[in-house]
């Protein structure tokens, strides 16, 4: 079992909306920051947001910044991407990764789950 689990990706609509769940085990899920991830074919690993362990903090990269959320229940062992305004541009297989610093800038290789694809197209 992986240390984190993605799920919710589908094929929607431009202008859709999807929630997307990263579910954690193995590990001490309360005191780690949890970042999401995208990447397309050919592209480089792109941040989309980052939540505080507690997520009492949100961080997210501009060109999603007012159309996605992400939250975390920590008794639930989970984060959210909450994906709203989706556009063709958001396509991507996303991933979610625990960092220990608050900038999820340096994710731990060992906690990367196999993605799950989201796909924007009319």
């Known amino acids: 079992q992986l240390p984190l689990v993605e799920s919710g990706g589908e094929l929607v609509q431009p202008g859709g909306s999807l929630r997307l769940s990263c579910a954690a085990s193995r590990f001490t899920f309360e005191n780690f920051n949890i970042g999401w991830f995208r990447q397309s074919p050919g592209t480089a690993r792109e941040g989309v947001s980052c939540i505080s362990n507690t997520g009492s903090r949100t961080n997210y990269a501009d060109s999603v910044k007012g159309r996605f959320t992400t939250s975390r229940d920590n008794a639930k062992r989970t984060v959210y991407l909450q994906m709203n305004n989706l556009k063709p541009e958001d396509t991507a297989n996303y991933y979610c990764?625990?960092?220990?610093?608050?900038?999820?800038?340096?994710?731990?290789?060992?906690?990367w789950g196999q993605g799950t694809q989201v796909t924007v197209s009319s």
């Open positions: 990764a625990a960092s220990r610093d608050s900038d999820c800038r340096f994710p731990l290789e060992r906690s």
